[in-house]
Structure formats: C-alpha cells, structure tokens
C-alpha cells in the first residue's frame, strides 16, 4: 500500500472510497495544517513551473489558488483581505506587468 503522508482536497477520500480501495487519514491540528498547506503550495508551484501548455498551467494555477484561499482563512483572514493587501503593494511599487528584470544596482 503507498504511503503518501499529505494534504490532499476534502473530496480525495470520497474519491477513492469510490474505488473500493482501503486508506487511512486523520484530521491535522492548526499548525500541522499550516505547515502542510506551506509544503503543498511547493508542490504544486513546482507541478504549475513543469507545465507545457496553458491548459495545463490554467490548472496549477487554480490549485496554487485553492492553496492561499486555504492560507487566507487559516490565518484568521479573507482571500478579499489578502487582495487588498496585494493591490496596496502594487499601488506602492507596482506589479509585474512591465516584465522589468534587475540586473544590478550601484553600490555606494
């Protein structure tokens, strides 16, 4: 039987109940729960970096997404909240729309 040991969606025991298969989960505290939902944003950023093709990206994206929605309201917070924060940063020092890329700055 593989072992995964990860976070997966509320519906991924349906899922495989579905299948007739065995499986075992528990329920992670809040801090477990945090931690596992920081190690799942990797995972699937890496999955969204190795994608091909929009479709596929479109989706790594969407589960990217789910993840800081999740983030949001384990912190005690809204995705509305988290959206105004971005756009005070990007009215501060703007987004990345200009595909301005860095290379060096004078050091004094």
Not at 6 to 22: C, M, N, Y
Not at 45 to 57: G, H, K, P, Q, S
């Amino acid at each position: 039987m593989p072992i995964y040991n990860k976070l997966v969606r509320d519906r991924i025991p349906e899922v495989i109940e579905s299948t007739g298969k065995q499986f075992s989960t528990r329920i992670l505290n809040n801090d477990e729960y945090i931690k596992e939902l920081k190690k799942k944003s990797f995972e699937e950023l890496n999955e969204y970096i190795n994608t091909v093709n929009v479709n596929d990206a479109i989706e790594e994206l969407a589960d990217l997404l789910e993840i800081i929605h999740a983030l949001a309201e384990s912190h005690g917070t809204s995705i509305e909240e988290v959206e105004r924060a971005r756009q005070n940063k990007a009215q501060k020092r703007g987004g990345f729309k200009e595909k301005i890329f860095l290379i060096e700055v004078e050091d004094e």
